[in-house]
C-alpha cells in the first residue's frame, strides 16, 4: 500500500473549499445552512473525540454532513492509518460532493450523496463528528417536516419541536446509527440551549445518551467568518446516564 501524503490532501481540499463556496452566493449558501468548519477548529474536535475512544479501538468513522471532508482530513492528520478501519460520509449537494468524491477517491473515504435523513441506518460507527447543516425550520420544505419529525422520533425516541431547525435532526437520527458507547462530536449553533425548541434535545443529551462536554463558545467570538452565530460543540456517549 503506498504511504498517502494526507497533509497535502488537506491542502488540496482547502482549496477546493474556498472555489467552491466562491461559485455560491452568502444567501445560497445560508439558505443550506452551509458553513465550512475551520480546519484548525476540526482538528481539534477530532482529536478531542478520538481521546475518548479506547486506545486501542479501531475507528469506524462517520461524517453524515460531509462536505469536502474537513473532518475526516483532520481525523487522516490525527491518528495513524492502523487506527482507522473504515470511514463513511454522506453529502446532498452535488455541488461540493461531486469534487469531494474525486479528492477523496481512494484514500479510504467513502461518499455516498444521499440525504442522510432518508437513509436506512447502520448501526456500525463508534465515531462521529459533523458540522450539520444550519438550515432553519422556515428553510425546510412543508413536506419534509413531518417525514423528519418521525424519523427522528423512531430512531431516537426525541419528539422535536416543528420549530427545530435540520441540526437538531441529525443528532437525533444519528442516533441509530452509533455503536453502544460510540463517541459523537456535534458543532453546532449555541442557541438550543436558549430556546423552547431546544427542550427536547436537552433532554435527549441529559437522559438517553452520557453528555461529556459542550464547549460554549464567546458570542463575540464568531467561528464562522461567513456566519453570524453563537457556536458550541456537544459531545456525548452512547450509553445511558450513570
Not at 81 to 102: I, M, T
Not at 130 to 146: E, F, G, I, Q
Request: aromatic share 10%.
Amino acid at each position: 500500500m503506498n504511504t498517502v501524503d494526507w497533509q497535502s490532501l488537506e491542502s488540496q481540499r482547502a482549496l477546493l473549499q474556498s472555489h467552491l463556496d466562491a461559485l455560491r452566493t452568502p444567501l445560497e449558501r445560508n439558505k443550506m445552512g452551509q458553513f465550512s468548519t475551520p480546519p484548525v477548529l476540526a482538528n481539534d474536535i477530532v482529536r478531542y473525540a478520538g481521546s475518548l475512544l479506547p486506545k486501542k479501538t479501531q475507528i469506524a468513522f462517520l461524517d453524515p454532513a460531509i462536505g469536502t471532508g474537513v473532518f475526516y482530513s483532520a481525523l487522516r492528520s490525527t491518528f495513524p492509518n492502523g487506527r482507522v478501519a473504515f470511514a463513511s460520509g454522506f453529502e446532498v449537494d452535488p455541488h461540493y460532493g461531486k469534487p469531494s468524491l474525486d479528492l477523496w477517491n481512494n484514500n479510504g473515504l467513502l461518499i455516498e450523496m444521499k440525504d442522510f435523513t432518508k437513509v436506512v441506518p447502520r448501526p456500525k460507527f463508534n465515531l462521529i463528528v459533523c458540522n450539520p447543516p444550519y438550515v432553519r425550520h422556515h428553510h425546510l420544505a412543508t413536506k419534509d417536516k413531518p417525514l423528519l419529525l418521525a424519523s427522528s422520533f423512531r430512531h431516537s425516541g426525541v419528539k422535536l419541536s416543528g420549530l427545530a431547525g435540520l441540526y437538531c435532526h441529525f443528532i437525533s437520527i444519528s442516533h441509530a446509527w452509533m455503536e453502544e458507547n460510540g463517541v459523537a462530536a456535534w458543532l453546532i449553533p449555541s442557541e438550543f440551549m436558549d430556546v423552547n425548541y431546544g427542550r427536547a434535545l436537552k433532554e435527549y443529551l441529559v437522559k438517553r445518551v452520557t453528555l461529556l462536554t459542550i464547549h460554549r463558545f464567546d458570542p463575540n467570538a464568531v467561528q464562522f467568518s461567513d456566519a453570524l452565530v453563537s457556536s458550541a460543540v456537544v459531545v456525548f456517549r452512547k450509553r445511558l446516564p450513570p
